[in-house]
């Protein structure tokens, strides 16, 4: 019994650590990168001047005023971005302080 549960150690568990210890940095670091290619809020209106309305940023797709600021990864994250409420489109990038 001790043979086969050092096996099952072997050929199972040790490779899934592995894999999960080489995947879990690089989502993190392309997640980091999408986050990171989005524009600010000034670059945003300077790529798209027309999406500034009463002076409030709108979506330069649907043009509308609703917008969130979530989490880039959950809630609480200081990562933030604002997307549009209406069409689900990243819009820009901002850090909590």
């Known amino acids: 019994m001790d043979a086969a549960l050092l096996l099952v150690v072997i050929v199972i568990i040790i490779p899934v650590i592995g ?11 392309r997640m980091e990168e999408n986050w990171m290619a989005l ?6 209106l300077m790529i798209y001047p027309d999406a500034l ?13 609703r917008t969130l600021n979530v989490g880039y990864r959950h809630a609480k994250d200081k ?7 209406a069409c689900k489109r990243q819009l820009w990038r901002e850090s909590a302080l």
């Open 19 to 29: 894999l999960i210890v080489l995947y879990v940095p690089s989502v993190d670091s």
């Open 79 to 85: 990562r933030r971005m604002v997307i549009c409420q």
């Open 39 to 44: 524009p600010e809020r000034g670059q945003y």
């Open 53 to 65: 309305s009463d002076s409030h940023p709108i979506c330069h797709q649907c043009f509308s005023s």
